[in-house]
C-alpha cells in the first residue's frame, strides 16, 4: 500500500501546528520561572534572618544568635514569638532567632513540626530527651559549634559575636539589646540578669534562665571541656554559672540590672517591677494575657500600614 503524498494545505498546517506548540512551550517555561520567582518572593520570611535581611550588615555588626528552650507542642507559642521577632529590625546587627527542642517523640509532632521546618526554617532538635534541667542546655551550647561550622577552616571568623539561651515565656527588646551589646567585649562574656534579684555581683551569683548570654569563644569551649560534660544535672541556668566558675571562664562579666525583669502582676516581687522604655527581657509571660499587654506597652504593631481591607481602632 503506497502513502499518499500530503497536500501543500495539509503540510503547510502541520508546519503551523508544530511552531505554536513550540512557541506555548517557551511561554509555559518563562512563566513558570516567574511564578517559581512570585512563590519565592510571597513566601513567609523565616525567623532565622531577622536583620540580616531587612537591615545591609557589615563586619562592625553585632552577631548574635538566639535559642529559645521550648517544647516540641508549642506550636501556638512558637506562631506567635515568630511574629515578635519578625517585627523587630535592630539597626547594625544581625539577630537570628531559633526554636531549641529535643527529639520528637509522637506522630503529631513529626508531622506538624516537619510542616514548621518547611516554612520558617527556624527550628534545631537537639539528639536528646526532652527536659528541662537535666542537659538539654549543654546540649544546646555544645551542638552549635559543629551545627555552624564554616568550611573555610578554623581561620574563619565565628557565626555570631554572642549566643544566648533564652525562655518561650520571654519576650526579648533586640534594639535594645545590640545597643547594650554594642560596646562590649566579643570574648569571654557572659550577660544577664543576676538572680536573687536584689544582689548585682554577678561573680558570686547566677545569671538567670530567662535569658542570659555568652560570647562564641565559650561556646566552643562549653563543646570541648570536661568540666560542663561532668556536670550538666542540676538548674540550667546555676549549671552554666558553675561551668564558668570552675573553668576559671567569662572574666568579662555584664548585667542588666532594672532591664531584664519579671512581669509585674497585682503581687511585686524584688526581681518585677513596671515596663519602661530601655527594657531588654521581660519574663513570666506565662498566659496570652500578659503577653498581650507587654506587646501593646512596647507598641509592637505601630507600623501596621491603613487599608480598606481591615480596620483596627
Known sequence: MTMKPLKPERRRFIIYVFFFVLFLCAVASINEIRFDNILNFGGCPSISATSATLNSTSDDDVRI??????LPEKYHRRHMLRMVYNSQSPAGAKVDVKFVFCNLTTEEQQVMVALEIMQYDDIIILNCSENMNEGKTYTYFSSLPEMMSSSDGPSSPPPYHYVMKADDDTYLKLDN???FLRPLPREDLYFGCVVPCQNKNPW???MSGMGYLISWDLVEWIRVSEVPRRNINGPEDRMV????REGNKA???HIG???MYDYQDSTPTRCSHEFWPNTIAVHLLKSDERWVKTLKYFNVTQNLKPSKLYHIP
Open 65 to 70: 544568635f538566639i535559642g529559645i528552650l521550648t
Open 177 to 179: 539589646l545590640v545597643d
Open 204 to 206: 558570686r551569683n547566677i
Open 241 to 244: 554559672a558553675h561551668w564558668l
Open 251 to 253: 572574666k568579662n562579666r
Open 257 to 259: 540590672r532594672w532591664m
